[in-house]
């Protein structure tokens, strides 16, 4: 089936969750796109379609009603659109066969997942197949990882028109922020920490820093950082920044993607920037005794009190009120003085309002923007590139601006 024989561009899938109705609110400003909502009830599929008719002029948005659990409905829905959108998580329990449904029929796919075991699953599994059909599968369109991804692709490209060479070492360094975790991702953590729990595989993966490249792949980035630290570069002290586990593998499986274009020896880290060696140290304790207790049942039982479920939310004013920035230093290979800075930064609540936007861009960049990467698994960076930029900068709030050094 041809692109122009298929009824959509677009299908949301989980349009009727949280941060499924946030794209739903933003596509809906799309006038000439060919777009649907799905899900599996459709009494709450209608519920978010009446929601929109204000954004969509009366015009009522199609419904696709399909099961994760049915594999029919699946191929079914996928045989429709150009591209299936998911905001269905967490992915290891309800993605694998919505992913092998595009891979085969030849649809391209995004969403929003961090899960590093599932991915490092699907990508061997499924490549082949979706490299056969043409198929663009696209993981981790969120603020994990489209920060850390295109802000590393978008230094290295100034590097080498500035230098002519790339940064042989680029640290991610999470600055001021605001906003909350979503429910989605909460979720899809707790998934993974039981997938640990349970397989020393599973623990081994997460432990890797290149699990998300071909099996054997190696390179001189070590563990993620786990201890307060002192940064001379940004003469700042840092903690561990808990997206890092994730943002590094996407990371650097773009730079094997696109060839290794950075160097063989290309290394890169990410943490969080802190006002003092005594808040690095304050953040680094707490993050370490929430994962701690997040990995036993009393202990997930009291925080998760604490914590949003999935389909739960901040409101518009909260939303709109978050902010965040990361500023990428790029280490030149032979000379100090012509290293590089780089910050991203967006206007919205990272995890759910920027999120949302940021989803949307990149589903539509799959079926609008003239892409030339084969079928197959790829990130944002290696598979959109120049064209998701354009977007994120002239469309969902980010910025993209080299700075100075101080």
């Given at each position: 089936?041809?692109?122009?024989?298929?009824?959509?561009?677009?299908?949301?899938w989980?349009?009727?969750?949280?941060?499924?109705?946030?794209?739903?609110?933003?596509?809906?400003?799309e006038?000439?796109l060919?777009?649907?909502?799905?899900?599996?009830s459709?009494?709450?599929?209608?519920?978010?379609?009446?929601?929109?008719?204000?954004?969509?002029?009366?015009?009522?948005?199609?419904l696709?009603?399909?099961?994760?659990?049915?594999?029919?409905?699946?191929?079914?829905?996928?045989?429709?659109?150009?591209?299936?959108?998911?905001?269905?998580?967490?992915?290891?329990?309800?993605?694998?066969?919505?992913?092998?449904?595009?891979?085969?029929?030849?649809?391209?796919?995004?969403?929003?997942?961090?899960?590093?075991?599932?991915?490092?699953?699907?990508?061997?599994?499924?490549?082949?197949?979706?490299?056969?059909?043409?198929?663009?599968?696209?993981?981790?369109?969120?603020?994990?990882?489209?920060?850390?991804?295109?802000?590393?692709?978008?230094?290295?490209?100034?590097?080498?028109?500035?230098?002519?060479?790339?940064?042989?070492?680029?640290?991610?360094?999470?600055?001021?922020?605001?906003?909350?975790?979503?429910?989605?991702?909460?979720?899809?953590?707790?998934?993974?920490?039981?997938?640990?729990?349970?397989?020393?595989?599973?623990?081994?993966?997460?432990?890797?820093?290149?699990?998300?490249?071909?099996?054997?792949?190696?390179?001189?980035?070590?563990?993620?950082?786990t201890?307060?630290?002192?940064?001379?570069?940004?003469?700042?002290?840092?903690?561990?920044?808990?997206?890092?586990?994730?943002?590094?593998?996407?990371?650097?499986?773009?730079h094997?993607?696109?060839?290794?274009?950075?160097?063989?020896?290309?290394?890169?880290?990410?943490?969080?920037?802190?006002?003092?060696?005594?808040?690095?140290?304050?953040?680094?304790?707490a993050?370490?005794?929430?994962?701690?207790?997040?990995?036993?049942?009393?202990?997930?039982?009291?925080?998760?009190?604490?914590?949003?479920?999935?389909?739960?939310?901040?409101?518009?004013?909260?939303?709109e009120?978050?902010?965040?920035?990361?500023?990428?230093?790029?280490?030149?290979?032979?000379?100090?003085?012509?290293?590089?800075?780089?910050?991203?930064?967006?206007?919205l609540?990272?995890?759910?309002?920027?999120?949302?936007?940021?989803?949307?861009e990149?589903?539509?960049?799959?079926?609008?923007?003239?892409?030339t990467?084969?079928?197959?698994?790829?990130?944002?960076?290696?598979?959109?590139?120049?064209?998701?930029?354009?977007?994120?900068?002239?469309?969902?709030?980010?910025?993209f601006?080299?700075?100075?050094?101080?």
């Amino acid at each position: 089936m041809t692109d122009t024989a298929r009824e959509f561009d677009i299908i949301l899938w989980g349009a009727t969750g949280f941060t499924g109705q946030l794209v739903a609110e933003y596509l809906a400003g799309e006038g000439t796109l060919r777009w649907a909502l799905g899900g599996r009830s459709e009494t709450k599929l209608r519920a978010v379609q009446q929601s929109l008719l204000a954004s969509t002029g009366g015009v009522e948005i199609p419904l696709v009603v399909a099961d994760s659990g049915d594999e029919g409905s699946l191929n079914a829905m996928a045989a429709r659109s150009r591209v299936i959108c998911s905001t269905v998580g967490p992915y290891a329990r309800y993605g694998t066969a919505l992913v092998a449904s595009c891979a085969e029929n030849g649809t391209h796919y995004c969403d929003l997942t961090g899960e590093v075991q599932w991915m490092a699953r699907v990508i061997p599994t499924y490549q082949s197949a979706a490299a056969a059909s043409g198929a663009r599968i696209v993981h981790s369109c969120g603020f994990d990882s489209i920060p850390s991804d295109m802000g590393t692709w978008f230094l290295q490209r100034q590097m080498l028109a500035r230098h002519g060479v790339p940064a042989r070492h680029v640290k991610s360094r999470v600055g001021r922020n605001r906003g909350t975790a979503s429910g989605g991702t909460v979720a899809s953590m707790l998934e993974v920490l039981d997938e640990a729990r349970r397989d020393k595989n599973v623990r081994a993966l997460l432990a890797d820093p290149y699990s998300l490249c071909p099996a054997g792949t190696t390179g001189p980035d070590e563990r993620d950082q786990t201890v307060a630290r002192y940064d001379p570069d940004f003469q700042r002290w840092t903690c561990p920044f808990i997206m890092a586990a994730i943002n590094g593998r996407v990371v650097r499986r773009s730079h094997y993607l696109l060839g290794k274009p950075w160097g063989d020896d290309f290394r890169f880290d990410e943490a969080q920037l802190c006002s003092s060696r005594a808040q690095a140290l304050r953040n680094t304790l707490a993050m370490g005794g929430v994962m701690l207790g997040l990995s036993t049942g009393p202990g997930r039982k009291l925080l998760q009190r604490f914590l949003p479920k999935p389909g739960e939310g901040p409101d518009r004013a909260q939303r709109e009120a978050g902010h965040y920035e990361l500023f990428f230093h790029g280490v030149h290979p032979e000379d100090s003085a012509c290293d590089l800075r780089v910050r991203v930064a967006g206007t919205l609540d990272p995890g759910y309002g920027s999120t949302a936007r940021m989803l949307a861009e990149s589903a539509l960049s799959l079926a609008e923007d003239p892409l030339t990467c084969a079928g197959g698994f790829w990130t944002p960076a290696s598979a959109l590139g120049e064209h998701l930029l354009e977007r994120l900068t002239s469309r969902a709030g980010l910025t993209f601006e080299e700075v100075a050094i101080a």
